[in-house]
């Protein structure tokens, strides 16, 4: 069975950071493009980051931009999300995503792997 399993969350205050990670199993997804979105309470899914197979590429969306990086252990099959000055706003459940083409990541549209998400919470 594959699987994308997140880890990390947690309750931290505002100006705080947190890593997450996210470790596949079941094939590996060194090959893969991977990444992370988000969903806050009532709102859509949406993308934060993502990563080429090889790491040389990353993409942020600009409300993350300078505040998390992206990063990936193709050796331990796990993607990692270094959340630093977290933000009242961060607070979301983040899903961890794999798929071939790195756009589908990026739209959050046809992605073919997810996880089941890790809660994130951020008190001001």
């Known amino acids: 069975q594959v699987q994308l399993v997140e880890s990390g969350g947690g309750l931290v205050q505002a100006g705080g950071s947190l890593k997450l990670s996210c470790t596949a199993s079941?094939?590996?997804?060194?090959?893969?493009?991977m990444g992370w979105s988000r969903q806050a309470p009532g709102k859509e899914r949406e993308f934060v980051a993502a990563?080429?197979?090889?790491?040389?590429?990353?993409y942020y969306a600009d409300s993350v931009k300078g505040r998390f990086t992206i990063s990936r252990d193709n050796a331990e099959d796990t993607v990692y999300l270094q959340m630093n000055s977290l933000k009242p706003e961060d607070t979301a459940v983040y899903y961890c995503?794999?798929?071939?083409?790195?756009?589908?990541?990026?739209?959050?549209?046809?992605?073919?792997?997810w996880g089941k998400g890790t809660l994130v919470t951020v008190s001001s």
């Open positions: 995503a794999a798929d071939v083409d790195v756009r589908r990541i990026q739209k959050n549209s046809g992605v073919a792997y």
């Open positions: 079941g094939r590996t997804f060194s090959s893969y493009p």
């Open positions: 990563i080429s197979w090889s790491g040389i590429s990353t």
